[in-house]
């Protein structure tokens, strides 16, 4: 499958999308927020199979730039979704939302409940700002792990950011992300990305002490929840997402908070039941 690239005016901003297969339309929100949709890549794209699989970089981070005077708060990410979905005339829309993009889907359902025909929830960042200071805590807390100190020293001292810089850039994200996998190793499994400073900081600020449970309640659309056993954010955010919306939660059990790495054949198993196809 070949995919398409295109970029699209929405609420003057340029947006960077990119599409691939044929059949059901699923949108995919990326993590972040001001990541984009690369880390995603390759895995997700096994679930194309009779699906069209709808991405984009959101506004303020990969190749979706905005000027700094540009709002990149959470309620301009509702409103550029609402306007992608015109331009791709899908009425009802099914969401795939991974991390930070299973909260903007969240926030999105709410807003808009009557675009949304499924929610497909992968490692969803949390539902309220409570949980959310618990899941930085925690992250904070892995990365002191003595094992990721000792990787970090050693790779100061190996010569390979002289040797071979492009090399050694590669390792140095591998363990700044490592605090998020069950086992570290499989960092070296995931794309590359950056996170553009202002836009993550700007939708946090946006939210403040925001609690979605009250309205989560009222939705009534089919959804699924994937969490992983070993994930920094605490499972019970999940377990709590998941009884608001009556939907089953899947545990990924070898999993920390990025399965479609840790676990992928599983991964494209469980959403495979889920996402409609053609």
Do not use: C
Not at 36 to 57: I, N, S
Not at 88 to 97: K, R, V
Not at 195 to 211: D, H, I, K
Request: net charge neutral; no cysteine.
């Amino acid at each position: 499958m070949v995919p398409t690239e295109a970029t699209v005016s929405v609420n003057g901003v340029n947006l960077y999308t990119r599409s691939i297969g044929t059949g059901h339309e699923v949108v995919v929100l990326h993590g972040g927020p001001g990541a984009h949709h690369d880390y995603l890549l390759p895995q997700y794209d096994a679930l194309a199979t009779g699906r069209r699989l709808r991405y984009y970089d959101q506004r303020g981070g990969g190749r979706s730039r905005t000027d700094r005077e540009v709002s990149v708060g959470w309620q301009a990410h509702v409103a550029d979704l609402e306007a992608l979905l015109d331009v791709w005339e899908i009425q009802s829309a099914t969401l795939l939302g991974y991390s930070w993009g299973g909260l903007l889907a969240m926030l999105f359902a709410v807003e808009h409940r009557e675009r949304v025909a499924r929610l497909g929830l992968v490692s969803p960042a949390p539902a309220t700002a409570a949980e959310r200071r618990r899941f930085e805590q925690r992250f904070a807390a892995r990365m002191k792990d003595p094992a990721i100190q000792q990787r970090r020293e050693q790779l100061q001292r190996s010569g390979l950011r002289e040797r071979d810089p492009d090399a050694y850039r590669r390792r140095l994200f591998e363990l700044s992300v490592a605090g998020y996998f069950a086992d570290m190793d499989q960092a070296r499994d995931l794309t590359p990305f950056r996170v553009t400073e202002r836009t993550q900081r700007a939708v946090w600020e946006s939210l403040g002490e925001y609690n979605l449970h009250d309205r989560l309640r009222t939705l009534s659309v089919p959804a699924l929840v994937a969490h992983g056993r070993h994930d920094p954010i605490p499972l019970s955010a999940s377990e709590r997402t998941a009884e608001l919306l009556h939907a089953p939660l899947h545990i990924f059990e070898h999993s920390g908070h990025v399965p479609h790495v840790e676990e992928h054949a599983r991964f494209v198993e469980v959403l495979n039941n889920f996402l409609p196809r053609r």
